[in-house]
């Protein structure tokens, strides 16, 4: 176990050729290192040991699904997941001495990093208006102050309820439910920033928020995409999938702008070809494709197969599920005939070769996948692009049969339960409806406010309350400076928090800092020791039972910070709401959430059962709950970014030594980056186009059509296999590049890729 | 590839027959060598089978079904692999022939019973008179799933089955 740093890491780039593999060994002597330099060997072995085990702890660290209980391996984790668990689990203690010693105004200049290995929230705190300092509170007066501010609100929708996708089933619920008896749908979640867009996608077209696919489908898939993803750093146990997939006989084909690690080969640590051996090629083919190009892709494709079906009808499109399963088949088809092979090949930077080679990969599959994450997403077109790989799929039948499907890969562990919990700033009337017959309150109907409009409320002065549980809202958000602003122009903020991160430091007038039990922690209530459950990226809703002695005995459950919170405000109800009942056992929760989720009733027996609950998608039951009752074809339309001279499209993302919004070291060992992280990757020939080399200093500036200049100063550039005329750069420190009106059309959802951009080299 | 089929005649009616039939987590009951099933969805099932101390799981799915009629199915990945498909068929008295075959591929346990002369027709003969014992003791099937499957997909018999009744909305 090693000290909190006491000043910042030194920023000293070095930079090695990117690896071709990921995880091997190089993984578990990582993931050890940095356990060992947080906590106890002991507990590192408890940790690691019962996670995602059954009944052990569920890694917050993604959402992907474990394998089926009987089939786990002793250790089954990633790379990040043993870092993430222990990055938590850690002996750090953040204390009432810390802020003593620690203004706000400095704890503000720190890095994420710094703030994040100071170590576990052990206290209250509260800053006062006018103070430069947190100091102690007890939770009786921290409850009594947010209540009080609530209750003086001229109207409920002056607050916001934010949660981060590690938020539990159970806390979600009562988060929601607190809200509504309140009064108000404002309820902005991580999920506006990550996969709004394949939910309004999915939604529109299948009748269904979520992933169709099960691990089985991945395992037994003839061909899967990877699109706009890095499974090596952002979703490794994918990769055992993938791996599995891949001895079954599976082609993969990777569509990405960088040619990440993950992409290419997989070492499984766990197997003796994975530790001395070459491991398992992933990627068959990699489709380098420019940033955003991915819709143009897709609709080349789908021209490519009507074709192929002109020249053999009969032998390529499956006629009879188009038939009775679809809409719109003939409107879309006409359009996208038309497509232009000069738009496409513009668009994506791919040459008609490569595209009509993938086109032979489908034709050669009767069973496809398609996984995507953020690459695709955060895109401006990310809705129509999601659309449109529907459309893929939908061609060829490759949904609701085993071995095929639709993947959003999500990352925060519970991102999706929260969703089913009613965490939605839009949740339709049957669920609110179901909601009033269930506790005898009407809840407000209208809709509330999502992320990006939550930002822009506190900015003008609208929101004056603002409660985070979980996630670091700050450095999430996009037009980090405009964000911050909006927070410090609130009344009141609250975050219900494990360890330090920047939203504390970026505060409003008051600011309470509200500490809570992680995970790894056992939770002792009333009713007996508790669980909660999660339900992950394919549906399958399960327990997380922590193992550890909580960080400090002033440590309350997140459940019962919001009990305790909505009793404040509330008092008892409305309605027959009992929240000190839902604080002492958590069963009492879920038996009132059996009785408003649809499919989850039974949940306390069902989800107690190893390996949990499976919530079927309607999909795979031959159901789909659109407008026409059937899956929609769409017609999709794109304009590739307007591209001036001298410019790049800037993508965002994270390295491998990263938590979303925490980095745990200045490394990106598989991008051979090491020592910082304010470098921006660009491709050698536009390097050379723009007078620039290896090493140079540059300002990253914005482009965006207002008058606000978007600037990340003092960046390093390093030449990297992007693709041409695109960069990318880490996140959040990019994030002030992304305008807060730079949103996905239809899902509101900030676009953190295709970002236009111009490097200059600083006059300072 | 080695194919057996096996018939049995059962004395209840068809509907009964096939609406027992697709109740698969229940095979444990009566049949000896199928240890646990698991229904993943409508066509997709899990299997654990064994023989003496041998034991296998494999997935499978349904690729083609027609209630009161017929199921075809097909394992999934290439190991133990192997085809089968159930007809039912009324006897014209009330009663139902059962009959199943199934057609192996080149490896695995399947493979390798109906590789011996006479071993995997009799397991299966065995099991059929299980099921059979086992149906006319109860006179009524313990559920029944009325879908049909073509090509691997489901066709509902109601526009929104029960099952099928989850949350939908949105997830970002």
């Given amino acids: 176990m090693k000290k909190p740093p006491a000043d910042e890491p030194r920023d000293d780039l070095t930079v090695t050729p990117p690896k071709t593999w990921a995880a091997g060994v190089p993984a578990v002597v990582h993931a050890l290192e940095y356990s060992l330099a947080q906590t106890s060997p002991k507990d590192t072995a408890v940790d690691l040991l019962t996670m995602n085990q059954v009944d052990g702890i569920d890694c917050p660290g993604c959402a992907w699904a474990d394998p089926a209980p009987g089939h786990r391996h002793r250790n089954e984790y990633c790379e990040n997941g043993a870092k993430h668990i222990n990055d938590e689990a850690t002996t750090r203690r953040v204390t009432a001495g810390f802020f003593r010693e620690h203004p706000v105004s400095e704890l503000a200049r720190r890095s994420d990093l710094w703030l994040n290995q100071q170590g576990r929230l052990t206290e209250p705190m509260v800053k006062r208006p006018g103070s430069d300092h947190y100091e102690p509170i007890g939770w009786r007066e921290a409850l009594e102050l947010l209540a009080g501010e609530l209750k003086a609100l001229d109207s409920p929708d002056e607050a916001v309820f934010y949660t981060s996708g590690r938020v539990s089933n159970e806390a979600a619920f009562v988060l929601q439910l607190f809200a509504r008896a309140y009064g108000t749908n404002n309820l902005p979640d991580c999920s506006n920033m990550c996969h709004e867009s394949s939910g309004f996608a999915l939604h529109e077209t299948l009748g269904t928020g979520k992933g169709t696919v099960s691990l089985q489908d991945l395992h037994h898939a003839d061909l899967i995409f990877l699109v706009g993803q890095n499974p090596g750093s952002n979703h490794p146990r994918q990769l055992s999938a993938l791996e599995q997939a891949k001895l079954n006989g599976a082609r993969i084909v990777a569509v990405n702008p960088l040619p990440e690690a993950g992409l290419m080969r997989f070492k499984n640590p766990q197997k003796a070809r994975g530790v001395i051996g070459q491991g398992v090629r992933i990627a068959d083919r990699f489709l380098h494709i420019r940033p955003g190009g991915d819709l143009a892709l897709f609709q080349a494709l789908n021209r490519l197969l009507l074709e192929a079906e002109d020249a053999r009808p009969g032998h390529v499109l499956d006629r009879s599920f188009i038939r009775d399963n679809t809409s719109g088949f003939e409107e879309f088809a006409a359009h996208a005939r038309q497509a232009s092979w000069d738009d496409v090949l513009a668009a994506t930077g791919l040459s008609r070769a490569e595209i009509e080679d993938v086109r032979d990969e489908v034709l050669r599959s009767s069973r496809v996948v398609v996984c995507w994450a953020m690459g695709i997403t955060q895109h401006k077109h990310g809705v129509p692009t999601i659309r449109e790989i529907v459309n893929f799929l939908l061609l060829r039948g490759n949904l609701g049969r085993a071995g095929t499907g639709a993947c959003p890969v999500r990352g925060h562990s519970n991102v999706q339960g929260d969703r089913t919990m009613g965490i939605w700033e839009q949740m339709p009337d049957s669920f609110l409806d179901a909601l009033r017959d269930e506790f005898g309150f009407d809840p407000p109907r209208a809709h509330g406010l999502d992320s990006v409009d939550s930002i822009k409320a506190m900015r003008e002065g609208r929101i004056k309350f603002f409660l985070g549980v979980a996630g670091n809202f700050v450095r999430a958000a996009p037009d980090s400076a405009v964000t911050e602003d909006a927070m410090r122009n609130c009344r009141l903020t609250a975050h219900i928090s494990t360890k330090l991160n920047r939203s504390h430091t970026v505060c409003g007038r008051t600011a309470l800092i509200l500490p809570t039990l992680g995970r790894t922690e056992r939770d002792h209530q009333a009713g007996g020791e508790q669980f909660v459950t999660v339900e992950n990226s394919m549906s399958e809703v399960h327990t997380s039972r922590g193992r550890l002695r909580p960080a400090s005995p002033h440590l309350l459950s997140e459940v019962a910070i919001l009990c305790r919170l909505a009793r404040h405000t509330l008092g008892q109800g409305p309605g027959n709401i009992r929240w000190d009942a839902f604080e002492a056992d958590y069963h009492t929760i879920r038996d009132r959430i059996s009785r408003i989720v649809p499919g989850l009733h039974d949940f306390n027996r069902r989800v107690a059962r190893p390996g949990g609950i499976r919530l079927p998608n309607p999909v795979n039951e031959g159901v789909y709950r659109t407008a026409t009752g059937k899956a929609l074809f769409t017609r999709n339309t794109w304009q590739a970014p307007d591209l001036p001279e001298g410019h790049l499209l800037l993508q965002t993302l994270r390295s491998h030594d990263q938590w979303n919004t925490i980095p745990y070291t200045l490394d990106d060992r598989y991008r051979g980056i090491h020592g910082s992280r304010r470098v921006v990757m660009v491709n050698p020939e536009d390097l050379r186009a723009l007078a620039l080399s290896a090493g140079d200093r540059v300002d990253v500036v914005g482009v965006w059509h207002d008058d606000t200049e978007r600037r990340a100063e003092d960046f390093e550039v390093v030449p990297y296999p992007t693709a041409r005329g695109s960069a990318a750069a880490y996140y959040p420190e990019t994030q002030v590049l992304v305008p807060l009106d730079s949103v996905a059309d239809i899902s509101n959802q900030p676009t953190s890729k295709g970002i236009l951009v111009r490097l200059e080299r600083p006059a300072r | ?172």
């Avoid at chain 2, 099932?45 to 009161?68: A, M, S």
């Avoid at chain 2, 009324?90 to 011996?116: C, H, W």
């Fill in chain 2, 1 to 172: 590839m080695n194919t057996v089929e096996e018939t049995v005649e059962i004395d209840v009616p068809v509907r009964t027959a096939y609406d027992q039939w697709t109740q698969f987590a229940c095979f444990p009951r009566f049949m000896t060598s199928v240890k646990r099933v698991e229904q993943l969805r409508p066509t997709v099932t899990l299997w654990v089978v064994g023989l003496g101390p041998l034991r296998r799981e494999f997935v499978t799915e349904i690729v083609d079904q027609v209630p009161d009629s017929h199921l075809t199915w097909r394992t999934l990945g290439q190991r133990h692999g192997h085809r089968g498909e159930v007809t039912f068929r009324s006897t014209g008295e009330g009663g139902t022939a059962v009959t199943v075959r199934i057609s192996a591929g080149p490896r695995g346990l399947t493979a390798a019973l109906t590789a011996v002369p006479g071993a995997a027709g009799r397991v299966l003969r065995r099991e059929l008179a299980h099921f059979k014992a086992y149906i006319e003791r109860q006179g009524e099937a313990g559920g029944g799933w009325r879908g049909s499957v073509r090509g691997g997909q489901v066709r509902p018999t109601e526009a929104e089955p029960p099952r099928s009744r989850v949350p939908v909305w949105p997830v970002g």
